[in-house]
């Protein structure tokens, strides 16, 4: 079983902020997805990622498969981003998804 | 494209009385999934399905059933509510990783209170 672990928790910044959200997962994947769920319920899908790194906008999201680790970086950050941030590891095979607990970020105007 | 449809958003049972939670998708997605969300803890799996015939349990299935009849359609049945089941449901559907399809839809969220 993949234990997906999230760092921080809870985190707090002000606006403009350069923001660092980590993940980490204890066995080899094929994917690796980053997810936003903004108070009200909805998930919104932001990044997938196998290799390498990924850019949207102010969001960039980069994965070492050797270290089994990622990061979703946000530049800018604005209280529009203020929303708990979860990632989540794809079996191979499988498809199935292990989550982390999430991150709460909140950006202060 | 509507995504992935769930209903009903809000549902209040009493121990015992069983209940079906809809999701439904129109992007042709092979994986669907559903999940429960509890303060505190991760999403976690409940079922899911990799095409029309298939399904498989996941981390917490106890108490829950699915079936997929339809490529569509991938509904959650609940066969005697229990207090524990109360909990925040969502569906998610995606295309296959390896055909770089994999991005995860998911539903809006059922919130189910068992008293």
């Known amino acids: 079983k993949n234990e997906v672990e999230q760092s921080p928790q809870n985190l707090t910044a002000q606006e403009g902020e350069f923001i660092t959200i980590n993940c980490s997962y204890s066995?080899?994947?094929?994917?690796l997805h980053w997810l936003q769920q903004h108070p009200g319920g909805g998930i919104v899908s932001l990044f997938m990622?196998?290799?390498g790194k990924k850019k949207h906008g102010r969001l960039i999201a980069t994965i070492n498969i050797q270290e089994k680790h990622s990061s979703l970086h946000i530049t800018a950050s604005h209280p529009r981003d203020s929303a708990v941030y979860i990632c989540?590891?794809?079996?191979?095979?499988?498809?199935?998804?292990?989550f982390g607990t999430g991150t709460r970020l909140t950006i202060i105007p | 494209n509507a995504g992935v449809t769930q209903t009903p958003k809000f549902q209040v049972l009493k121990t015992g009385q069983s209940m079906t939670l809809q999701c439904a998708q129109d992007m042709n997605h092979e994986y669907m999934s559903w999940y429960r969300q509890d303060p505190g803890m991760g999403l976690r799996l409940i079922h899911y399905?990799?095409?029309?015939?298939?399904?498989d349990q996941g981390e917490v299935p106890n108490g829950y059933n699915v079936s997929r009849s339809t490529t569509e359609d991938f509904p959650l049945r609940l066969l005697s509510a229990a207090p524990s089941q109360t909990s925040v449901y969502f569906c998610a559907s995606s295309g296959r990783r390896r055909t770089n399809t994999g991005e995860l839809f998911f539903g809006e969220g059922s919130r189910l209170t068992v008293l």
């Open positions: 989540a590891a794809r079996d191979f095979g499988n498809e199935k998804l292990t």
């Open positions: 990622l196998s290799s």
């Open positions: 399905s990799v095409g029309a015939g298939i399904t």
């Open positions: 066995v080899g994947i094929s994917a």
